[in-house]
């Protein structure tokens, strides 16, 4: 059962990473680490003017499954909005959890991941570059959204 997790596919994936390492000038930073085995990913990315990924580099620590993920994803993020990440994040915890069919579009690639869905333990792993891909994009965005707010202190 484990051999057909690990298939020729997931290795292939897990081997190539595209945009390893990290960015000098990142906009944005998301590090996740999955606590039941360790696996971690750190991603750097700048946006472009319309809130797109620009670049994008990652640091990933994980398991061929991770590896495999990061890999997908590395092919595919240049010029993915957020909205593209939440709707593949959230269609890969569908395909982990609850039997869904997985990314389609950008991210379509993921769905190699789909007989991770039987080995629990193994999601989280999967889901790290992911979730740390999120967490880059939004605090890419957050500093470039400027602060609106009025300040009270001071206020009579």
Known sequence: MIDELYSARILRLAAN?????????AEGTGER?????????????????????RDFA??????????????????TVIGASLDELVAA??????MLKAGGQGPTGRFEGLRALKQVADYPARHASTMVVVEATLDAVRQAIARKTPDTRTSLAGAA
């Open 17 to 25: 990473l595209p945009h390893s390492g990290r960015l000098a000038a």
């Open 33 to 53: 680490v999955a606590k039941l085995c360790g696996s971690k990913a750190i991603v750097d990315v700048t946006l472009d003017q319309a809130g797109r990924v």
């Open 58 to 75: 990652q640091d990933v620590k994980a398991c061929a499954l991770g590896q495999a993920a990061a890999g997908v994803l590395g092919e």
């Open 89 to 94: 994040r959230d269609a890969m915890s569908a």
